[in-house]
Structures are given as C-alpha cells and as structure tokens.
C-alpha cells in the first residue's frame, strides 16, 4: 500500500490536521471550527509519513441533531430532518495537491464504507466545495448539476446562508458543456455523484474558505444495486 490512514486519537493529531487544513485553505493559519472537538478526523500518509490528506466525520444519531452539523450552519434542513434515520457529516475533506492519486479517495472512501455499514447510516452527506469563490470558475458543473443531480423536491435544504447564488433558477436554461463540467467537478463530489448522491438547488459562496458549495446527500439504501455493489466491493479492494 501506498497511503495508509489512521484516525486521531489525540489533541497532537487533531492539531496535525488543523495545520494541514490551514495550509491549504489559510494560508498557513491554523484552521479551526468547534466541531473539530467532536469529530472523527481521518489522516492518510504516504510510506515516507507526509500528510497526504485528512477528513472528519460526525455521526449524528437523531434528526434533531442535525442541527449540530457544520452543514446547518448555512442550509435549512428542516426537510432533511424527515427523512428520519442516522446520518453522517463527512466534512473538510482535503488532499494536498501535490499528490493528485485517485488511490487517496479511494482508500478514503474504503474507510467511510466501514463506517456506514457498521452504524447502519441512512444518509451521507456534506458541503461539496468549488475552491474559488467566483460563480464563474463553476458554471459548466454548476450547470450539470442543475440538469442531472438536484436533491428531491421533498429533501431540497432551503436557503439560509447570507450570500448564495440560485444555479437551478439562474442556469435554468442553460445546457451544460459536459467535457468542462466533469473537468472541474471536485473529486469527491464526482464521489458522491457516482453513488446517486443529489445536491441543494444553490451554492453558498463563502469567501472566508475562498470556496463555493452546495449541500450535498447520498441515501445509502437508495443507491442503485450496480453502484452498491462498486460501494461495498471497496471494500474487497482496502
């Protein structure tokens, strides 16, 4: 194995992966929420020990806890919320860039089937983030999403975050250049999409991570059995 990940077992771990988060999204100023203090945080490093990449996961075990999770802060989950069931938060999910292998998320996602299988997990879910904070650098995906990838009507979290930008009402004509979008889809949420996963209508823009995302869901018994089986043969392959 080339990558092999552990999750933090102390504060020293946890600060390793503030310090890595901030490199990528501060500058080098640490990056730090409150909910760092109750999550999971997954660290992969190569054979030589370099951080590669590192994630959290918060699992959540009543829809009224939702209203806990990082994604809460800028979506309304009322209709999330009826959905009933467990859930889990996989959130600041980041690679350093200078390790473009598809056998990080692949071995990340190795993990996360563990997890969802073990816990019975209903839905996966997060912010997807765009890094760069101008609609422009994300229409084409933005657009893709809009025609192949909206949230049901009956789960769709409502706006609440101050700056957002509607791409299903502003894109509602627009067709999508699909060698562009699939170019600039963020690999994780390629992730979520391969799985039948769906996201909110709009991007919440936020400029203090210089990223946009949107909310985004997989309801594991809703995965379609080929895909399910690509889920769970992960794995076979870990």
């Not at 789960?155 to 791409?167: D, S």
Request: aromatic share 10%.
């Amino acid at each position: 194995m080339k990558y092999h990940l552990e999750f933090s077992k102390d504060t020293n771990d946890i600060a390793m992966a503030q310090a890595f988060r901030g490199r990528l999204f501060r500058d080098g100023v640490r990056d730090y929420d409150i909910l760092d203090d109750v999550a999971m945080h997954g660290l992969i490093r190569n054979n030589e020990g370099d951080l590669v990449c590192t994630f959290r996961m918060i699992p959540f075990e009543t829809p009224e806890s939702l209203d806990h999770s990082y994604s809460a802060q800028f979506y309304d989950l009322a209709d999330i919320k009826k959905m009933g069931g467990r859930s889990l938060e996989l959130g600041r999910f980041c690679v350093d860039p200078e390790y473009s292998d598809p056998d990080i998320i692949r071995l990340a996602w190795t993990e996360l089937t563990k997890f969802v299988l073990d816990r019975d997990i209903d839905l996966l879910f997060g912010c997807s983030s765009f890094h760069g904070a101008e609609i422009d650098m994300h229409a084409e995906a933005l657009a893709l999403l809009k025609e192949r990838h909206l949230a049901p009507r009956r789960f769709m979290p409502a706006i609440k975050a101050p700056k957002v930008f509607e791409f299903a009402k502003n894109f509602r004509l627009r067709k999508p250049n699909l060698q562009l979008a699939q170019k600039t889809m963020p690999p994780l949420l390629r992730s979520y999409l391969m799985l039948g996963g769906w996201v909110s209508d709009h991007a919440v823009v936020d400029h203090d991570l210089d990223t946009v995302h949107v909310f985004t869901g997989v309801e594991i018994k809703k995965i379609p059995p080929a895909r399910r089986k690509l889920f769970t043969g992960l794995l076979a392959r870990g």
